[in-house]
Every structure is written in structure tokens, then in C-alpha cells.
């Protein structure tokens, strides 16, 4: 994501000269932090939702535009966005305009939940993270003179002219100053009445406050109220009424859905496209889906991703006649087998097999079956010779070349001779693929072999070959995208449907898993994702790989507390919760950080408590692995010290590192997510302690302390030295 980068000149300043605020005042004194009770007071400020609406209500009302810009974690910024926006005197100055934030932060998960509300951002208020995200990059092409500099007021006047730019002020009064008395002169303008409009007219309007107003009475309202705004919404489909649309699709209501899809799928407006692309994941008729799909075709004249997704949607729609998934039953478990394993390619005995086949080929020199016994014979000794010639790994990629070379020549003489079917065209390409040699043909003989593959087949010859071909699809797909240009929609519903396939196929990895996820992730088709993440690790429970990305996604998309509640459901379901209860416990970590990112302190703890319980659950099951554990727990232990030393439990802190320090003294300099070290933790309880008089509390951290070994507590332990690009990462 991209983000808002401060250039802070002002900074350095000593603020000696005076200010409205007052001679000698500090940042600190200038823009005081927002507390927890400045946070809680709702923002006063109304925000339009998009560019296109600010301009529209510009233009009825006559009052110009107001850019507001904004950033996380600056000092200016925080003071603006928790304290000023949210004082009555200050709004009061801001509503001559049409005003617009801008700020390239998240702040919440998601924008809507699950039956289509907004989500308002709780740092900004009336908009969604979204809506202040996606303004930012046109508002910076036009008229931040390519510095992304924060905070900024910028005034647009009715002509689309800058009128000023307010920015590298040193206090707020001359900002405000500004925004008072460098307004344009008032254009001529209707005088609108807004409370005393019939509720259908405001259907028509672009202004947040009549967009409110309509959305409140659709989710109050009953069926026909409802209903009435619905038509009233397709009458005026010009004027973007789409998060309307979105609580009518995602509602409970499925007469109600259906007339929203209606109207949505006559809309032209490209702004529309991702609504389009979501409401397409509700069950429907065939009739309705095809006229969301055409209308996405119809944006795709104005918008690229559009044009995209309408491409998308076919190909996950549609069905391919190259993969069968019928016969292939879902495996109760995961089935590991080495490459070169399984079937047909057993390694075992290679070499024995090779030159039996290779005399009944000079026994029956024109029998094509016999030829092909000695390719797929010879194939799979060129895939044992990693270990064949272990010891010599030169020896091993000249045997394995000249091996897979020899097998695609005897497939291709089996195939001169006659023989057809999948197994040769398998041969043919598994050689080139594994024997590095053209791909393009790799590709297309796998395309040719995975319509015969038996269903049901367990080989690996199978397995592989399918591989092979959701790759060739996935790297066609690529390169037509990074051309721009079009590409069957059949190459999609194949590779959707391959991966399938492999899942359900007893030589299944969570490594094709883990591509399925990557490209659906990549096409931008998320719900679709995470079924596969499910599937995947219903199928491969203990895939570390697996757990990582659905890990990731409930933070990104649902947040802490769901990340929990999803891993107690997950053991629930699980034979043996404590083999994978250790996923559970890196899961309440995640979320223990995250809270401690927000200050959420009680939360943190507990979820920190969980997580060591969650790991003490499998040591108990698995005394063996304790060692590998006691980092983990040493970790979660020292995280929740300093937890409670941001809350300003002294006592607690104590007992936790100290408790850490003896469950793993060398995870002492190891730094946890937000990037501090238990020893770090350790001095800075001890700083507070002796300045608080604690003798015995210093007493009993000092004896702690000298456990650890004093490189351990070293300010730069875990931390990369300076790479040239200025860049610093963890080790």
C-alpha cells in the first residue's frame, strides 16, 4: 500500500519565534495527542464518499472542495484527525465546503460486513477506509505537485482551480486562519432545503447527507418502502446509489436481492465494478449472472479491471471439458510420496526394470506398447537420480539429463509406431518438463494427456502431469494479462478445475494448494481463495505453509478476535486437536500483537495467556517436542510482560519476564512481531523499578538478568547492519 511519505522541515524548528499558540511552544504543546476520550467523540466533519460525488454537490451547491489529507502516527496529523475534526467550532469553519479526506491508511478489515453495511472508518467517520484510500492517488496526480506531504488542506474552487495549499505550518491557527477567510467568494447557488425533500427525490442526490439519509430508511424500512427505493435507485442507476445496492444484493431478503441485481447489471458506471464482481458470488439464475457478467464486459471500455473480471467470472463459471473431476473421490487424509513414487515410476529397482524392458523392445522391436513400457521405465529412472548418485550431484544431472532425453525418445517412437493415449503424451512431457527442456511443448503434450487420465488414477505420472498443466494454463493466463490482452475464459475453468482435481488426488501436496490460493488471490477473486484455504486444510491440517496464509487472511479481513474464534473451531474439528493445536497458539500471537498495536492491553494478555496454552497442550501430548516450544512460550511470556508494562502493572510485568528469562534464557535477543526483545523488555521494567524505589522488585529482575547471556541484551541484537538502499531488516 502506498503510503502518505512526511517530509517534516518544520521539525527541526525550535518554535522559539512565537505563535498564535504561544512563544517557546513544543510539537507536543502545538498538537497534543488525542487521549481515549478525544478518540470516543464522533468526527464532526462530513466527508463526501468519493471525488465524483464532491464534484457533483460542488456544482448544485456552489461551495467549493476542501481536500483534506491526512496520515497515521504524525504528530500534526493524529492532533488534526483525533482532536480538531471532532470540536464543533472547528467543524463549524469547515462547512462553507465540500470536503474530502484523503489518508492511505487502514484502520478497520473490512469496509461492509456480511449483509452489505458500511463499515465506517473509526478514525475519520461518514467513510469507509476504502473510500479515504482510493481517493488519494487521483487527488495526489492533480494537485499535490508530486509531494505526498501530510496534513494538507487543499481549496478547490467551482473552475477545478487550487485557490490555496496549506501545508509546513507550524501551528493550526494560521491553518485555520486560512480555511476562514481564503474561501471564494460564495457562487450563485439554489437554495436547497433538504429535510422537507420527499425520500424517493433524495434517491437522486450525490450528497453524503441524502445518501445517509436513504440507507437509513432502507435498512428500517419495510418490504414495500424498500422495494420503492429500490426503483427509485434504478431510475436514477446514473447517480451511483451502489452501497444501496450492496445491503439489497447481501440482504436476507432474496426478492429484494434479485431486483438490486437487476438494477445493477444496467449500470455503465465503472465505479460499480467491484460491487458487480461481489454480487456475482450470490447464488442466482443463470439469467441474472450472465447480465452481471455482460455488464462488467460493458465497463471493461472504461476500465481495465472490468474487462478483467467480466473474463474471470466466465472462466470460474464455466465448465472445462479437459479436466474431469467426476471419479475422483476427496482422500480422508493426506498421502505423501516423494517425487519419482507411486505407480507406475517406482525408483525402486529402476535400473532392473530398464533393461527388462529394454529387451522386450528388442524382442518385439514394433510393438508400441513394449516402447512405451521402456520410456516411462527409463523416465523414472531419470527421476531417481538425485538419489541414485547422491554422493555426486554432477553425476547425477548428467545422468538424469541424458535419461530423460533417452524417454521422450522412446515415446515418441511408441507414438510413430502407433500407440495413442494419455500415458504417452504424459511421457513426452513430464521428460521435457523434468529434462529442461521446452516447455511450450511440456505444456501442450500435458494438454493432451489430462482429458484420457483415468479417473481415479493414484500414480504419479497422474499427479504430475495435471500439475504440469495448471501451470502451462496459470503462465498462458499471465502472459496474456501482462499484454493486455484478451484470453479464453476456458483457461480459467481449467485451471480451477485441475487443482481441484489435484486436491482430491492421493499424491496431492499443499504446495498446489498453496498455488491455487496465490492465483485466485492474484486474480482478485477472494472468496473463491479462501474455499480453497478451507478445502486445502481440511485435507493437509498440519501444512505450516497452509496455516501461515489463513493466518494472514482473517487478520487482513476479519481481525483479531476472529483469527481466534476460527482456530477454536478449527481444533474442534480435529481427531487429535493437539498435533495442531501449536497453529492455535501462533494464531493467538498474531492476534495478541494486535492488539497491542490498538492499546488493547486486556485483550492482548489473553490472547497471549491462550497461546501458551495452546502450546503447553502439545508438550503435554508430546514431551519430546518440549524444546522446540520453549521459545514460543519464552516469547508469549515476555510479550505479555511488556503488555503489562505498557498498562502499568509493574508486579505482573515482573512475574512474566522472569517466568520468560527461566523458560528459555537464549530467546532473551530474539525480537517478537512489533520488533522488541525480552531483554529489551527486561531493562526498561528495570529502569521504572529502580526509579520507583522497588528494591526487591530490582533485586529479584537483576538475578533474572544474570541467566541471560550478556550479548542477549545488546540494543542491536536481531537487527541487520545497513543495507546500501538504506533499507534495514530483521534477521
Not at 517412437?413 to 512431457?429: F, N, Q, T
Not at 482435481?501 to 492465483?519: A, E, I, K, M, S
Request: net charge positive; hydrophobic share 40%.
Amino acid at each position: 500500500m502506498r503510503r502518505l511519505i512526511l517530509i517534516t522541515t518544520f521539525a527541526t524548528l525550535a518554535f522559539a519565534q512565537g505563535t498564535k499558540e504561544g512563544p517557546g511552544v513544543g510539537r507536543e504543546q502545538m498538537w497534543p495527542a488525542p487521549t481515549a476520550n478525544d478518540w470516543a467523540k464522533p468526527c464532526l466533519i462530513t466527508w463526501q464518499r468519493t471525488w465524483a460525488d464532491a464534484l457533483a454537490v460542488s456544482k448544485k451547491t456552489g461551495k467549493p472542495i476542501l481536500i483534506c489529507i491526512n496520515m497515521d502516527g504524525e504528530i500534526a496529523s493524529e492532533h488534526y484527525a483525533g482532536v480538531r475534526y471532532r470540536e464543533a467550532d472547528i467543524a463549524k469553519l469547515y462547512e462553507p465546503y465540500v470536503t474530502v479526506i484523503a489518508s492511505t491508511y487502514r484502520h478497520t478489515p473490512r469496509d461492509f460486513d456480511d449483509q452489505g453495511r458500511r463499515i465506517p472508518c473509526p478514525r475519520f467517520g461518514g467513510v469507509t477506509c476504502g473510500e479515504h484510500i482510493s481517493i488519494e492517488p487521483p487527488l495526489f496526480e492533480k494537485y499535490m505537485d508530486g509531494q505526498r506531504v501530510a496534513p494538507r488542506h487543499i481549496c478547490i474552487d467551482l473552475n477545478g482551480k487550487e485557490v490555496y495549499d496549506v501545508y509546513y505550518r507550524n501551528d493550526t491557527h494560521s491553518v485555520f486562519a486560512d480555511v476562514r477567510d481564503k474561501k471564494p467568494a460564495d457562487e450563485a447557488r439554489p437554495n436547497l432545503v433538504r429535510g422537507d425533500r420527499p425520500l424517493l427525490e433524495r434517491v437522486g442526490s450525490q450528497d453524503v447527507r441524502d445518501r445517509n439519509v436513504v440507507e437509513k430508511a432502507y435498512r428500517e424500512g419495510d418490504q414495500a418502502q424498500r422495494q420503492a427505493i429500490l426503483d427509485a435507485a434504478k431510475r436514477h442507476a446514473e447517480k451511483g446509489q451502489l452501497d444501496l445496492l450492496r445491503m439489497a444484493i447481501f440482504g436476507l431478503d432474496l426478492e429484494l436481492s434479485k431486483s438490486a441485481r437487476e438494477a445493477l447489471a444496467k449500470t455503465n458506471d465503472a465505479a460499480a465494478t467491484s460491487l458487480v464482481s461481489d454480487a456475482l458470488r450470490v447464488p442466482m439464475e443463470d439469467q441474472q449472472r450472465t447480465a452481471l457478467i455482460a455488464a462488467l464486459e460493458r465497463m471493461g471500455g472504461k476500465s481495465p479491471l472490468a474487462r478483467w473480471l467480466a473474463g474471470v467470472h466466465k472462466g470460474l463459471g464455466g465448465e472445462s471439458k479437459s479436466v474431469k473431476l467426476s471419479g475422483w473421490a476427496e482422500p480422508r487424509g493426506a498421502m505423501r510420496t516423494a517425487a519419482g513414487g507411486g505407480g507406475r515410476y517406482a525408483a525402486a529397482g529402476a535400473i532392473t526394470s530398464v533393461e527388462n524392458k529394454a529387451r522386450a523392445v528388442a524382442e518385439r522391436p514394433e510393438d508400441p506398447k513394449s516402447r512405451l513400457e521402456l520410456a516411462e521405465a527409463t523416465l523414472a529412472l531419470a527421476l531417481a537420480a538425485p538419489k541414485t548418485y547422491a554422493s555426486n550431484p554432477r553425476m547425477a544431472r548428467l545422468a538424469a539429463r541424458h535419461l530423460y532425453r533417452d524417454a521422450q525418445t522412446y515415446a515418441l517412437e511408441a507414438e510413430k509406431l502407433g500407440e495413442k493415449g494419455w500415458r504417452v503424451h504424459a511421457v513426452i512431457a513430464l521428460a521435457l518438463y523434468y529434462g529442461g527442456g521446452d516447455k511450450k511443448l511440456a505444456y501442450e503434450r500435458a494438454a493432451k494427456a489430462v482429458p484420457d487420465v483415468p479417473p481415479g488414477d493414484s500414480g504419479w505420472a497422474s499427479m504430475a502431469v495435471v500439475t504440469i498443466f495448471a501451470e502451462g494454463r496459470f503462465r498462458s493466463i499471465k502472459a496474456a494479462v501482462k499484454a493486455n490482452e484478451p484470453w479464453p475464459p476456458v483457461w480459467l475453468s481449467d485451471l480451477h478445475a485441475a487443482y481441484k482435481l489435484l486436491l482430491r488426488h492421493p499424491l496431492g501436496t499443499d504446495r498446489q494448494v498453496v498455488w491455487h490460493y496465490d492465483f485466485l488471490d492474484w486474480m482478485g477473486i477472494r472468496h473463491r481463495a479462501s474455499s480453497v484455504l478451507r478445502a486445502g486444510l481440511r485435507r493437509f491440517p498440519a501444512s505450516a505453509a497452509l496455516h501461515k496464509l489463513y493466518r494472514d487472511r482473517l487478520l487482513r479481513w476479519a481481525g483479531a478476535n476472529t483469527l481466534e474464534e476460527a482456530y477454536k473451531r478449527f481444533l474442534g474439528d480435529q481427531p487429535e486437536p493437539a498435533r495442531v493445536a501449536s497453529f492455535a497458539g501462533e494464531a493467538s500471537v498474531l492476534a495478541a500483537e494486535q492488539h497491542r498495536k490498538v492499546q488493547r492491553w486486556d485483550r492482548a494478555i489473553a490472547s497471549y495467556a491462550r497461546a501458551i496454552a495452546y502450546f503447553e497442550q502439545v508438550v503435554a501430548k508430546f514431551p519430546k517436542v518440549e524444546d522446540r516450544f520453549d521459545a514460543p512460550i519464552a516469547l508469549a511470556l515476555a510479550g505479555s510482560a511488556r503488555v503489562h508494562y505498557q498498562a502499568g502493572d509493574n508486579t505482573a510485568a515482573l512475574d512474566a519476564i522472569v517466568a520468560s528469562f527461566k523458560r528459555d534464557p537464549m530467546a532473551a535477543g530474539t525480537r517478537d512481531g512489533p520488533g522488541f526483545t525480552p531483554g529489551e523488555t527486561a531493562q526498561m521494567l528495570r529502569a521504572r523499578l529502580k526509579k520507583n524505589n522497588d528494591e526487591e522488585g530490582v533485586r529479584r529482575l537483576d538475578a533474572a538478568l544474570a541467566t541471560i547471556d550478556p550479548k542477549l541484551l545488546r540494543p542491536d541484537i536481531g537487527i541487520s547492519p545497513p543495507r546500501p538502499d538504506g533499507d534495514r531488516r530483521g534477521r
